[in-house]
């Protein structure tokens, strides 16, 4: 399976469906974009996840909360992830490697979903809280992603009206 | 009058005063800290123009938009900024100049207000898309200040409880 | 003209050819790839500034520098802009708009330049110093172009070994 | 041991010394401060590390190379990051909670250490290079530090000249 393939599928793993990020970033387009299609939205999202860069911000972020789930490393750090205390904030610096490479529409998005948690990003956050998983990184994930898809589907649009 | 005393002018000379500011950071923040006073969140708004980054960016931003708005410059990128097309991302990147020095909390509540819009900057906004004055830099500026007083508020009360 | 045109012509008015940001982009990448040729340098340096991240990073980097060059804004700033002083950092935080949409190899190669000052980038600087032109935001964007192609190289020939 | 103690040590235990980095921000700031002391810098260095954001960032960059030297999670990213090859970037943006909250000459510094490799980040590069520890991660940290003591140096300067 190629790198892109088996970064959807642990994504899949973890409880996130493209379908799931394309309807955040769909609810933060409908109101500036006509007729917005699902199907395009869906594509966006894909063409978000295909970069290298995603790829590997998903995986080294995806590295990361599993190895503090597991217990892997230095106690001091585990914790501090685990906890994912207010001032930890290297998991949405690592996420804006995906924001970064697609504008500053991709930015103030990330920073609105981040705050707004809607859907899946709520989910994640959640198992993350309780304590069922480390989501500390893969949430940051998640805002990013959406985020950077609805800065592409503003561009697009721009292009063809 | 030293450089300070004359950022804080400016601004209220285009009708931003500090308790505007302060305003919206009292709101990010009310939910996460117990007691929290107006007084002590003008206080850290004022740390956060005091410095020098600031400063520099607030200026800059206030030379763009009066430029701009009385035309003396190239017409090409006069319109693109008076206009604040979706796509232009200047405005965004300029702010950072205070958000970045302010850390992850700063950009997170930075993306949010610039989605959000509440008081102050909505004014600042239609003031703007009503073409009544030039405000694309500046909405973005306030957007960071009280963005980033927000972020010194959850550090301050991070290290007192 | 269109505005691809229209910013290609500014530039060269300020001196500055796409052959001379092409010989920074060569020098930066050509112990990476082999058989590196100078034609395909100028067409990802074309490619950066097509953009339209880039077209408004550039001109509203030439319209500050311009005002600031003829004294049309605030005193204040005008000379803390004019004489670039090292703590004048939004010229850097401007060029990021560019730089950014690229990637990290860009980032890198951004501050790098910036402190070398090689080729052209020397030549503004010292237009900017010696109080002929201002130059402050130009130069800056100047990097920020030369370190994006470099990073786009990268990236192609990644893909194509 | 408190966390600021402990981060120092566990450098040491990589074998990067205060001493080691304060010789690289030396480097960068003798020309532009007179009568520069060595313990002046090794302070800033001090200061730099002391940061909540640089502790999390320090640390997560030492989870992330252990883990990936031991084997200890998916085969795929621990190849991408222990290649380290040119188009990984996340351990660049990862060092960035450090750098950004020291403004645009930490930056650009950062970008040039990044290229130059000088001292102790070239010995960190050949560990890597030659697969005797992974330092993926770990030597654009020492980057990131060594340039925002030389931003603090900076700021500290102007404000006592």
Same mark, same amino acid.
């Given at each position: 399976m190629d790198l892109f393939n088996s970064t959807i599928l642990k994504l899949e793993q973890k409880g996130i469906k493209i379908d799931d990020i394309a309807e955040i970033t769909f609810d933060l387009q409908k109101s500036y974009?006509?007729? $917005?299609?699902i199907e395009h939205v869906k594509e966006e999202v894909i063409n978000v996840i295909k970069k290298r860069e995603s790829i590997n911000a998903i995986l080294t972020a995806l590295l990361i909360d599993e190895v503090v789930e597991k217990n892997l490393a230095d106690k001091d750090i585990c914790k501090i992830i685990s906890d994912d205390? !207010? $001032?930890? !904030?290297v998991d949405e610096i690592l996420a804006l490697s995906i924001v970064n490479v697609h504008g500053s529409i991709a930015l103030t998005n990330f920073g609105y979903l981040d705050k707004v948690k809607p859907g899946i990003i709520k989910k994640l956050d959640d198992l993350g809280k309780n304590k069922i998983h480390c989501t500390t990184f893969l949430d940051d994930i998640v805002c990013a992603i959406a985020a950077s898809a609805a800065s592409r589907l503003a561009h697009y649009n721009k292009k063809t009206t």
């Open positions: 974009i006509n007729d $917005l299609k205390e !207010g $001032l930890y !904030g």
